[in-house]
């Protein structure tokens, strides 16, 4: 779609106060014709979701393609390994959906193992102490089976949590109206940001979709 044919415009300034908003509006149509949001869910991708998309993209806090393929395996009913969609059950956004996407660096696949290590332990290394404890001797890990171990503490942990369906993310946050998905904005697990998200959803997104407030109204 070409911004003329929208019903809004971009408008930024750099840090010299210059007027980039042809550049930037030009390098949004870019990112959300490469990702087909608006072919995979037609007429249900909010402003605000696509504001919210291109200003994480732009702040390399996204990788678009993987939210856009996200959106697009919910819209087919396929799993990720990511755990499945979930309604809030809490105010602000209670009535509202949100699946998980996987975000971009360490701090994602540090939280992950975390869960897994949590959830599985080291299955490896656990293997080793049930074989010793069975022979009834002390033994002591070799500089041989730390690769091992690490591997299965990380990667195998991984597979287990994908394979589970438990990996986490950050928020994908939409409606359901219907039978289709409405989506509305990119979200965080912190609850204190949800009130701000909340009234942005209701400032904005409202006027595309009306049927939200009254999901909101009866959701808290």
Not at 133 to 142: I, L, V
Request: glycine letters at 8%; a negative charge; one cysteine or more.
């Amino acid at each position: 779609m070409n911004l003329t044919n929208r019903q809004w415009s971009l408008e930024a300034k750099d840090q010299d106060g210059n007027d980039i908003s042809e550049q930037i509006s030009a390098e949004f149509e870019v990112i959300v014709q490469a990702t087909r949001l608006e072919q995979i869910a037609p007429g249900r991708i909010s402003l605000l979701f696509l504001l919210s998309f291109f200003g994480a993209y732009k702040a390399s806090r996204i990788n678009p393609f993987q939210v856009a393929r996200e959106i697009e395996a919910l819209e087919k009913g396929e799993t990720t390994g990511l755990k499945p969609p979930i309604q809030n059950r809490h105010p602000p956004l209670k009535g509202l959906w949100h699946k998980h996407y996987m975000q971009p660096g360490m701090a994602s696949l540090a939280i992950n193992i975390q869960h897994g290590l949590k959830q599985f332990g080291i299955p490896y290394f656990a293997q080793k102490v049930r074989e010793a404890q069975e022979a009834g001797e002390k033994r002591y890990s070799t500089i041989d089976e730390i690769a091992p171990m690490v591997n299965d503490a990380v990667q195998g942990n991984w597979q287990r949590l994908r394979e589970a369906e438990r990996l986490t993310g950050e928020w994908i946050v939409f409606g359901k109206h219907e039978g289709l998905n409405y989506y509305l904005t990119l979200a965080t697990h912190d609850k204190a940001t949800h009130e701000h998200e909340r009234q942005l959803i209701e400032n904005i997104c409202y006027r595309e979709f009306p049927f939200l407030e009254e999901i909101l109204r009866n959701g808290g």
